[in-house]
T-cell receptor, first 114, second 116 residues
Framework: AQTVTQSQPEMSVQEAETVTLSCTYD???????LFWYKQPPSRQMILVIRQEAYKQQNATENRFSVNFQKAAKSFSLKISDSQLGDTAMYFCAFMGHGGQNFVFGPGTRLSVLP | GAVVSQHPSRVICKSGTSVKIECRSL??????MFWYRQFPKKSLMLMATSNEGSKATYEQGVEKDKFLINHASLTLSTLTVTSAHPEDSSFYICSAGVQGAHVAQHFGDGTRLSIL
């Protein structure tokens, strides 16, 4: 079974600084997808970034980028120029190629400080 | 982008009441939808997979007679919490998957259920 681990329950960062959230996972599959979702206090689940395992290039979405290390099964999220609106729970998630087996990590609570 | 609508956003009702929550995919068809429960400050816990035109698949420990799921069309899945009790109070959230170039799970805004 797939598992997703986020070893940092809470983190904080000063506004405009850069922060990296860690995620590791375990799977025997070769083709899969990885995601980072953001859940602000409103509790909406917002897709931040997506990575396809067969792509070596790290995904980037504006201030958000990932460091995908397939061999190490690591998928960290870097947030550059942190903004107050980035304060939220961040969940790392794994999805098998067939669209099943969608597994969330336990989450990291990020606080951006003014 | 893909939009999933969940209704109602908030329900407060008395113990013993049955509560229905709807999850709709607004601009795409979803043969499979997922229902999650989230406790405060915790991650999402998958309750069941809703399959259009067939029975839902429940995760271990989830009572199928307590949490009834119906997926009668390609755009609508419903979760009914039957004879709800205070311990059923929680945040329930649904999702539907999009395949292809923009594969992802898209989530409804969730339903906060409070049983008095």
């Amino acid at each position: 079974a797939q598992t997703v681990t986020q070893s940092q329950p809470e983190m904080s960062v000063q506004e405009a600084e850069t922060v990296t959230l860690s995620c590791t996972y375990d799977t025997s599959e070769n083709n899969y997808y990885l995601f980072w979702y953001k859940q602000p206090p409103s509790r909406q689940m917002i897709l931040v970034i997506r990575q396809e395992a067969y792509k070596q290039q790290n995904a980037t979405e504006n201030r958000f980028s990932v460091n995908f290390q397939k061999a190490a099964k690591s998928f960290s999220l870097k947030i550059s120029d942190s903004q107050l609106g980035d304060t939220a729970m961040y969940f790392c998630a794994f999805m098998g190629h067939g669209g099943q087996n969608f597994v969330f990590g336990p989450g990291t609570r990020l606080s951006v400080l003014p | 982008g893909a939009v999933v609508s969940q209704h109602p956003s908030r329900v407060i009702c008395k113990s013993g009441t049955s509560v229905k929550i709807e999850c709709r995919s607004l601009d795409f068809q979803a043969t499979t939808m997922f229902w999650y429960r989230q406790f405060p400050k915790k991650s999402l816990m998958l309750m069941a997979t809703s399959n259009e035109g067939s029975k839902a698949t429940y995760e271990q420990g989830v009572e199928k007679d307590k949490f009834l799921i119906n997926h009668a069309s390609l755009t609508l899945s419903t979760l009914t919490v039957t004879s709800a009790h205070p311990e059923d109070s929680s945040f329930y959230i649904c999702s539907a998957g999009v395949q292809g170039a923009h594969v992802a799970q898209h989530f409804g805004d969730g339903t906060r259920l409070s049983i008095l």
